[in-house]
C-alpha cells in the first residue's frame, strides 16, 4: 500500500502541477479569444436560453430526427451538470484554496472561471455535434464520443482512456469520497453514525439511479435550483450580518492576488504562487471546465442546435463559481476564523457560525449533505457512459448497482488512499479532453460563427473539418 500510495502521490503531484493548471489555462484561454469573447458578452443570452429551455420539446409539425431529439429539456441537462459540480468544492474547496493560498486565491478561482466559460461551451457544442444515439434509443456524447467521431478511428484509443479514467474516477470523487464527506459532516453536528448515514443515501441515491438519465435529471431539475437559491440565500444573510467587512474582503482578495501575503494567528502565510495554484486548482475542481465531465450530460438534452446548448453549458461555470463561490469565499473572509488555522469545510461551518451563532454549523453541514448527495447523482450517469463505451449498452445496470452499492462503504471507510487515486484519474481526464478541445476547435469556431451569422449547420450537414 505505502507503493501505491508514493507511485499515485508522484503522479498526483504532476497531473495536479503547475504544467496542467497552465494546460487548463492555456486552452481556455485560447478558446475564448478564439470565440471573440463570446462566453462571456453573451451571458445574458445563456441566461434567456436556460429559461426557455425548461420543457423544451421538438417543435411541433416538425418532423422528429435522431439528432434533433434528446431524452431530457436543456434546462435539466443544466441542472444534472450542475448536480455534479455543485458539491464539497463550493463548502470545502474554496476553504481550502483560502487556507493554503490566501484570499488572492479567489481571485485566480474567478479568472480560472471566467476562462473556463469558454471550455464548458465549446464542450458542449462537441457534445451535441458528435453525439450518437445507442441501442436503446438513448442520446449518448461526451468528450470520448467527440474524439471518436470528430477525430476519426485513429483517435479511439484517446477516448478509450478518458472513459477508463472517467469511469474510475466516478467512483471516487463522484461516490465514495462524497458519501463520506455527509458522514463526517452529520456525525459531528448531529451524531448520526456513518453507517446510518452510508445506508439511507444508498436507499435515496438507488431510488433515483437505477431509473436512468431521465429520473436522475427530474430530481436534479427540481433539487438543485432549490438547494443552490437556499444555500445562496443563507449566505447573504450572513453578508448583511457581516455588512461592514465586505469591502475589506474584496480589497483582501484583489491586493492578494499579486502580492505574498504574511502569517498571522494560525494562518501560514502563503506567496504569490500558492494564490494562483491553489485558487485554479480548487476552481477547476468546483467547477470541473476542461474535466470533460459535463458534456456528457449535455449531450442528452433536447436540442438539434449545439451552439444554444453550449451557451446553456457555460452557465455552469458561472453559476458554480462566480456566484456560489463567491458567497463561500465572501462568507469566509467577513469573519476572522480563517487566521485560526482551520481549513475545508470546517473553516466554512466556523464562518457560518460566527455570524449566526447555534444554527450556522447546521446550515453547512446540510447544505453539504444536499450537495454531496446530488454530486452522486451526477456522477453516477457520467460513470455509466464512460463505462458503456467501454463494455457496451448491457454493462449498465451492472455499473449501476455497483455504484449504488459503494456508497455505504465510502460512508464508513477510511478515504486517505482512495481519495488520492480518484483526484489523479480525475485530473487525468483533463488530458484527453484538452487534446481533443485543442484539436476540434475549428468545428466550436466554426459552428459558432454560422450561428451567429444566421447559417446555422443541421445536424447531420457536413463541415469541413468532419471531411478531415
Known sequence: METLNSIFNAINSVVW??????????VGLYLQIGLKLMPLRKVGTGFKLMWQGRDAKPAPGVKKTKEEEGEISPFNALMTALSATIGTGNI?????????????????????????????????????????????????????????????????????????????????????????????????????????????????AGAVILGGIKRIA????????????????????????????????????????????????????????????????????????????????????????????????????????????????????????????????SLTALSFDAALPGFGNQIVSVALAIFAFTTILGWS????????????????????????LAIPLGAMANLGFIWLMADTFNAMMAIPNLIALALLSPVVFKLTKDYFDGKEVLPGEELDHDKG
Open 218 to 345: 427530474k430530481v436534479a431539475g427540481k433539487l438543485v435550483p432549490v438547494m443552490g437559491i437556499l444555500y445562496i440565500l443563507a449566505g447573504l444573510l450572513v453578508l448583511i450580518v457581516n455588512a461592514g467587512q465586505i469591502g475589506e474582503a474584496f480589497s483582501l482578495i484583489f491586493y492578494y492576488a499579486f502580492n505574498p501575503i504574511a502569517a498571522a494567528g494560525g494562518f501560514a502565510g502563503a506567496a504569490v504562487m500558492a494564490a494562483i495554484r491553489f485558487g485554479v486548482a480548487r476552481g477547476i475542481f468546483s467547477n470541473e471546465a476542461g474535466l470533460g465531465s459535463a458534456p456528457i450530460a449535455h449531450a442528452a438534452a433536447r436540442t438539434r442546435n449545439p451552439v444554444r446548448q453550449g451557451m446553456i453549458a457555460m452557465l455552469g461555470t458561472f453559476i458554480d463559481t462566480i456566484i456560489v463561490c463567491t458567497i463561500t469565499a465572501l462568507v469566509i473572509l467577513t469573519s476572522t476564523v480563517w487566521i485560526d488555522g482551520e481549513a475545508g469545510a
Open 92 to 204: 470545502a474547496g474554496v476553504a481550502t484554496a483560502i487556507a493554503l493560498g490566501g484570499p488572492g486565491a479567489i481571485f485566480w478561482m474567478w479568472i480560472t472561471a471566467l476562462v473556463g466559460m469558454a471550455t464548458k461551451f465549446a464542450e458542449a457544442v462537441l457534445a451535441v455535434r458528435y453525439r450518437e444515439t445507442d441501442a436503446t434509443g438513448y442520446h449518448v456524447g461526451g468528450p470520448m464520443f467527440y474524439i471518436k467521431n470528430g477525430l476519426g478511428k485513429k483517435w479511439l484509443w484517446l477516448g478509450g482512456a478518458f472513459a477508463f479514467f472517467g469511469a474510475v474516477a466516478a467512483f471516487g470523487i463522484g461516490n465514495t469520497v462524497q458519501s463520506n464527506s455527509v458522514a463526517d459532516a452529520l456525525d459531528s453536528t448531529f451524531n448520526i453514525p456513518h453507517w446510518l448515514t452510508g445506508v439511507v443515501i444508498m436507499v435515496l
Open 17 to 26: 502541477g503547475p504544467l496542467m493548471l497552465i494546460l487548463l489555462l492555456g
Open 381 to 404: 450517469f457520467y460513470g455509466e457512459k464512460c463505462f458503456q463505451f467501454l463494455f457496451g449498452t448491457r454493462s449498465i445496470m451492472l455499473y449501476r448497482v455497483l455504484f449504488v
